[in-house]
C-alpha cells in the first residue's frame, strides 16, 4: 500500500471513530499545507460542498483550530461571534449547527484538523472532546509513521539511483580507459605515450597485492577482455594475433591463479590491478 492510500485509511478510521464513539453524524476533516487546510474526508455528509473547500490559516472553525493548536467549539455556528463567516454557504448548506475542531499536530506543526458535527445546536461535553483529542492524536502517530516510511523509502531510492549511477560512471570509466590503451598501443611519439600512460595510471586504483604484478600490456589485453571482447576483438584492435592474445590471457591466469578470463576480470578488480 502506497503512503498516500494509507494516510487515506488512517483518516477513514479516524473519521469512524469519532462518529461512532460521540455519535455525531458528521465528520470531515483535512490537510494543512503552508497554512491553508483542505477539507478532502468526509463521513456523514449529504452534500459535496464542503470537498476541496480550502480554509485560510486562521479562518472558520477549522482554521481557527490549525492556528491556535487548540481545540475550537461553536454551538450555534450560525450566530458564533468568535469565528469568520466566509464558510457559512457550504457550512449550513450541509445542515451544521454545531461543530468542533481539533488540530492533527505531527511535529511540533499542524498537519490536518479533524472536525465533528451535528445538525442541531447542541454544547460538546468533555467526553466528546477527549473522544476528538484521541483520535487526532491517533491521526498524528499514523501520519508521522507514514512520514517517516516514506522518508525512508525516499532514501533507499535515492541511494539505489546514486549506486546506479555510480555503477554507469565506472562503467564509462572501465571503457574509457581501455580506449586509452588501445590508443597508446597505436602511439609512437613517445611523449604523447607517456602523457597517456599518466592519465590512465590516474584512473588506476593502486594495487592491493603489491606482490601480484602484472605488465602494462597484460592490463591493456584484460581491459578489454573485461568489456567482453573476443581474443579477436582484442587482437585487432591492440594489433595482436588471437593466438598472442590468448598466450596472454593464460599467463595472466597462471599469475593471478585463476583458471578462466572471467575469474581473471573479478580478481584483478579486487586486487585493484584493474578497474
Given at each position: ?10 483518516w ?22 503552508q ?17 476541496g ?15 491556535t ?10 450566530s ?39 445538525r ?31 522518508r525512508?523509502?525516499?532514501v ?17 570509466m572501465?571503457?574509457?580507459?581501455a ?15 607517456g ?10 586504483p ?6 601480484v ?25 591492440l ?33 585493484n590491478?584493474?578497474?
Open positions: 500500500m502506497r503512503p498516500a492510500d494509507s494516510r487515506g485509511a488512517a477513514d478510521r479516524a473519521l469512524r471513530t469519532v462518529r461512532r464513539s460521540t455519535r455525531a453524524p458528521i465528520a470531515f476533516g483535512g490537510s494543512v499545507d497554512g491553508v487546510l483542505t477539507l478532502e474526508h468526509f463521513s456523514g455528509t449529504t452534500t459535496d460542498l464542503l470537498r473547500l480550502a480554509v485560510e490559516h486562521g479562518s472558520g472553525v477549522g482554521g481557527r483550530a490549525a492556528a493548536a487548540r481545540m475550537i467549539a461553536v454551538d450555534d455556528y450560525r458564533a461571534r468568535s469565528i469568520s463567516h466566509e464558510y457559512d454557504l457550504p457550512v449550513l448548506s450541509e445542515g451544521i449547527a454545531s461543530t468542533a475542531a481539533v488540530p492533527v499536530i505531527v511535529a511540533g506543526r499542524p498537519r490536518g484538523v479533524l472536525y465533528i458535527a451535528v442541531e445546536r447542541t454544547v460538546f461535553g468533555n467526553r466528546a472532546e477527549d473522544v476528538l483529542a484521541g483520535a487526532a492524536a491517533q491521526l498524528a502517530d499514523d501520519l508521522a509513521r507514514w512520514d517517516a516510511i516514506e525512508h523509502a525516499s533507499l531510492t535515492a541511494q539505489h539511483l546514486a549506486d546506479d549511477a555510480g555503477r554507469v560512471a565506472i562503467d564509462r572501465r571503457e574509457a580507459q580506449e586509452l590503451r588501445v590508443l597508446m598501443s597505436t602511439m609512437s611519439d613517445p611523449v604523447l605515450h602523457r597517456l600512460r599518466t592519465v590512465v595510471d590516474l584512473l588506476q593502486s594495487a592491493s597485492r603489491p606482490d604484478r602484472l605488465s602494462a600490456r597484460d592490463i591493456d589485453v584484460l581491459a578489454l577482455v573485461a568489456l567482453g571482447c573476443t581474443y579477436a576483438e582484442v587482437g585487432r584492435r594489433g595482436l594475433s588471437p593466438q598472442t592474445v590468448k598466450t596472454y590471457m593464460r599467463d595472466i591466469c597462471a599469475r593471478l591463479q585463476v583458471s578462466g578470463r572471467h575469474e581473471a576480470v573479478v580478481v584483478a578488480r579486487r586486487l590491478l584493474l578497474l
